[in-house]
């Protein structure tokens, strides 16, 4: 699994990495703390598995624009933002970007497992659109 977290927080990416260790012990997390080096790990390690993006680094009201100036190489990641609490989570919410919302408050058994089936289900999802037969009329 291939994995980018935006998070200027070293202990996050730490517990991020033994986490998704426990979903796919082939993981590559890189870490970066600004949208350049971003979007060059974007291109150069494509195709990813997974965004995260803490909320707590970009803030509620910069997550969309900070989407849409990845979006060209995120390609079909599955998009995750990472909330403090509740507040944020819903902030984030209505900004209607991202696949799937995580507390950090969570204990990571139920993050891993929560990751572990949103990946499995990006996946099909990916699978089965482009799968999908064309339409002959």
């Known amino acids: 699994m291939k994995a980018l977290l935006l998070s200027d927080q070293g202990m996050l990416q730490m517990a991020f990495e033994r986490l998704l260790r426990g979903i796919d012990d082939t993981v590559a997390l890189w ?7 971003a979007r ?3 291109h150069q390690k494509p195709p990813l598995d997974l965004v995260l993006i803490d909320l707590a680094w970009c803030g509620a009201l910069r997550l969309p624009q900070v989407v849409n100036d990845l979006r060209p190489g995120i ?3 599955l998009i995750v933002v990472l909330a403090d609490g509740p507040a944020d989570a819903l902030a984030a919410r209505t900004s209607n ?3 799937l919302i995580l507390l950090k408050t969570e204990p990571a058994q139920a993050i891993r497992a929560t990751l572990a089936q949103q990946l499995v289900r990006h996946a099909l999802r990916q699978t089965t659109a482009d799968a999908r037969p064309d339409i002959m009329v």
């Open 40 to 42: 060059a790990c974007l």
């Open 31 to 37: 870490c970066c703390e600004a949208i350049v080096p």
């Open 75 to 77: 390609h079909a990641s």
């Open 97 to 99: 970007v991202a696949d």
